[in-house]
């Protein structure tokens, strides 16, 4: 499975951004997809997580509320909608897919795509 992330960038406080995720190859052998950040300095941490079925959705504590996972299973793309942006949202975000659907709040993930820097200034 390759993964392309995009729609990183420079933000406003409070301002908004749309992530996407593009999966390609054995995408078949993915049943959950997941967004991750890292900033730096720190550890890379789950943002948010959905089943390819079912569409179940799994959010981190500091962007439920204000962040969106969906995905399109005909695009065979992952989207991450980001309201109410902070400065410490500010990290390189990375997609991710597994076929094992335990793993998709760890950061266990088989295939990982390049990241895309979301920047927040204040």
């Known amino acids: 499975v390759q993964l392309q992330a995009s729609g990183g960038g420079l933000v406003q406080a409070g301002g908004s951004l749309r992530l996407s995720c593009a999966a390609s190859?054995?995408?078949?052998?993915?049943?959950?997809m997941g967004w991750f950040r890292q900033a730096p300095g720190k550890e890379r941490e789950f943002v948010a997580g959905?089943?390819?079925?079912?569409?179940?959705?799994y959010y981190a504590n500091s962007v439920k509320g204000r962040f969106t996972i969906s995905r399109d299973n005909a695009k065979n793309m992952v989207y991450l909608q980001m309201n109410s942006l902070k400065p410490e949202d500010t990290a390189v975000y990375y997609c991710?897919?597994?076929?094992?659907?335990?793993?998709?709040?760890?950061?266990?993930?088989?295939?990982w795509g390049q990241g895309t820097q979301v920047t927040v200034s204040s």
């Open positions: 991710a897919a597994d076929q094992r659907r335990w793993v998709v709040d760890s950061p266990d993930y088989d295939y």
């Open positions: 190859g054995r995408t078949f052998s993915s049943n959950v």
């Open positions: 959905i089943t390819w079925s079912g569409g179940i959705t």
